[in-house]
């Protein structure tokens, strides 16, 4: 198979990162961004001691600490998916009332050594709640049913996660 010609990046705009300046393999950086998580009506999560991730191509992926998340909404699935760098996620459900989101929060309860930082915070497919916030900024989810990367103003791309991007 012939290998996708790498994306031309596109400008940044004052303020802004670049996704194609981001490292590979991937990193996790203590944030302070006020984020903000909406789900069924009630806020379910927030914080201002977040944890990102970041990799060459993909928007961030945020990750809560458990005290900052209304754990009472989860429920962990059977699921289980592997990253080389960070080691095994294990996945939740969340259910509020009526409203359930199967396999929408992961978390890596033994990270690999590079990704300590992450240990048991939750990450959240933003496609899977009713609003993700960064400093009040609504987010746009990242393409692709894998991926669950936060896509605000603050970042360039263009994003892996449409079709046609796998093998960036």
């Known amino acids: 198979m012939a290998k996708l010609a790498h994306p031309i990046p596109n400008p940044c705009l004052p303020g802004q990162e670049s996704?194609?300046?981001?490292?590979?393999p991937s990193i996790a950086q203590p944030v302070?961004?006020?984020l903000k998580i909406i789900y069924n009506g009630?806020?379910?999560?927030?914080?201002t001691a977040a944890v990102r991730t970041i990799e060459t191509s993909h928007?961030?992926?945020y990750y809560f600490p458990p005290t900052d998340v209304d754990l009472s909404l989860l429920r962990?699935?059977?699921?289980?998916?592997i990253c080389e760098w960070k080691g095994q996620a294990r996945y939740f459900d969340i259910q509020s009332g009526d409203k359930m989101s199967r396999n929408a929060a992961w978390a890596y309860p033994h990270p690999t050594t590079s990704f300590a930082l992450i240990k048991d915070f939750i990450a959240f497919y933003p496609q899977a709640m009713?609003?993700?916030?960064?400093?009040?900024e609504a987010v746009v989810p990242q393409a692709g049913t894998f991926y669950g990367g936060w896509i605000t103003s603050a970042i360039a791309g263009p994003f892996k996660g449409p079709p046609g991007t796998e093998r960036w």
């Open 76 to 81: 962990e699935s059977s699921s289980r998916s």
């Open 59 to 61: 928007p961030p992926t």
């Open 19 to 24: 996704v194609w300046s981001f490292p590979r």
């Open 42 to 47: 009630h806020v379910f999560a927030e914080t």
């Open 130 to 136: 009713d609003l993700c916030l960064v400093d009040g």
């Open 32 to 34: 302070h961004n006020h």
